[in-house]
């Protein structure tokens, strides 16, 4: 994204050793943020991001302690950090059956629209 114009990307994760591989992975793209923090705790205010990228962060939280609570501590934290209009895109490799609930929650505010990308033959 970075590479195609979209300059303006922070990236978190709650691994320091993540974050610090990847800034040191993308040290020419300067304008990119790499900051530690907890998905079910964004330190950053309301309304702030126009896109939401999750790469399968619903997976990790799922395989964990108090999955459903963390998950829907996290799409309430993203939910507040999008703006008016955002879009919060998720890569899953949960099945849609499995996963589409979590964002149809009593304290979302979201339009649930999914798609099946399949492998390349």
């Known amino acids: 994204m970075y590479d195609d114009g979209y300059k303006n990307i922070a990236n978190i994760d709650i691994s320091s050793v993540c974050i610090e591989n990847m800034k040191e992975r993308n040290f020419e793209r300067s304008e990119m ?4 923090m907890d998905v079910t705790d964004i330190k950053y205010d ?8 999750d790469k399968s962060t619903i997976d990790a939280l ?4 108090d ?13 507040r950090v999008l703006k008016t ?3 919060y895109f998720v890569i899953s490799y949960g099945q849609p059956d499995n996963r589409n609930h979590h964002f149809l929650r009593p304290h979302l505010d979201f339009n649930l629209e999914y798609g099946t990308v399949y492998p390349v033959d």
Do not use: H, P, R
């Open 33 to 36: 943020t790499w900051e530690v």
């Open 46 to 53: 309301d309304q702030t991001f126009d896109l939401a990228i």
């Open 62 to 65: 799922l395989c964990g302690d």
């Open 67 to 79: 999955s459903f609570l963390n998950v829907a501590k996290m799409t309430k934290e993203v939910q």
């Open 85 to 87: 209009g955002g879009y």
